[in-house]
């Protein structure tokens, strides 16, 4: 049975606003920050002493919020830049007013710190950094020389930090995975720049590919690529069970990357070698369930 018009445009509205708040990229995030809580940071705790813990979740809630907060005030500052690279997608995110969107931004930070509120000040004190961090990035930093790239890939990773702090637990190995991380999404963070060329030229975001060229662009992706070998070899030193299959699959993965990058040469090339970042990073979360399991006892 066909949706009316009125459902037809809720239903459009709905999808519209997980666009705007990177709804995957949300889930992808709680996923991880109980994976590492569960298989990592606290690995004598059962699944119901880490979902029935109220500081953890808070911790992932405040998290969730402020990070879908950061994905609203980065859409409101890039509109006219998506309106040139992803008009399709400019559409659709802009169902819901930019007056809706500053409200809900608003509104998603007072949440995160609700939640920071019952963890402690440290807490309160921590996430309002974190808010002010993306809020700098988004109406400032985006648009400076390299700094962009560094910022935003650091704030994706800050919200494991939170995790680390709560726990008082620094183990190397989150360390290590963070960095390999970081440099991964750091690839992922500069392609996004070659595929949006067209629209940061025009509005004179200075990008890596808008001050050099592509050639230089490609050789700064692909010596981070290069840099994820470092935390790979640390990582694959320790008895991390099924996981260490993951990092071991990773170099020739990392070496396909690489291939395709000095292949591609336009916004589609862009655009899959992105997408396919974002898949091996999804299975390197789901990985971390196979930490210290052997195939035997699989």
């Avoid at 880490?50 to 890039?78: K, R």
């Avoid at 985006?142 to 962009?148: A, P, R, T």
């Avoid at 360390?175 to 500069?190: H, K, N, S, T």
């Amino acid at each position: 049975m066909w949706l009316s018009s009125k459902h037809q445009k809720r239903l459009l509205k709905l999808v519209s606003l997980f666009s705007v708040v990177r709804g995957y990229n949300i889930i992808v995030l709680v996923v991880a920050q109980y994976f590492v809580a569960r298989y990592i940071i606290s690995i004598e705790q059962s699944w119901w002493d880490i979902l029935l813990d109220v500081p953890l979740f808070c911790i992932v809630a405040a998290s969730a919020c402020a990070s879908a907060a950061g994905y609203i005030i980065n859409n409101f500052y890039d509109a006219a830049k998506d309106q040139i690279n992803r008009p399709k997608k400019y559409l659709l995110e802009h169902l819901i007013s930019q007056q809706l969107q500053l409200i809900l931004y608003l509104l998603l930070n007072m949440l995160t710190l609700v939640f920071a509120s019952v963890i402690s000040f440290r807490a309160v004190v921590f996430f309002l950094g974190y808010i002010f961090a993306i809020w700098l990035y988004s109406g400032a930093l985006k648009k400076l020389f390299w700094l962009s790239n560094l910022w935003s890939t650091a704030l994706m990773i800050l919200p494991f930090g939170a995790l680390s702090i709560y726990y008082r637990n620094f183990d190397s190995f989150i360390l290590y995975y963070a960095g390999y991380l970081f440099f991964l999404l750091l690839a992922r963070d500069i392609i996004k720049d070659l595929e949006n060329f067209k629209g940061d030229w025009v509005q004179r975001y200075q990008t890596l590919p808008v001050v050099f060229n592509n050639r230089i662009t490609k050789g700064i992706i692909s010596l981070s690529f290069l840099f994820c070998l470092f935390p790979i070899y640390y990582l694959l030193q320790r008895s991390l069970g099924i996981m260490n299959y993951y990092f071991m699959a990773s170099i020739p993965y990392l070496g396909l990357l690489l291939l395709l990058l000095w292949r591609a040469k336009n916004q589609t090339g862009y655009l899959w070698l992105h997408n396919m970042i974002k898949f091996w990073v999804l299975a390197g979360v789901f990985s971390i369930f196979l930490i210290h399991k052997s195939l035997i006892n699989f």
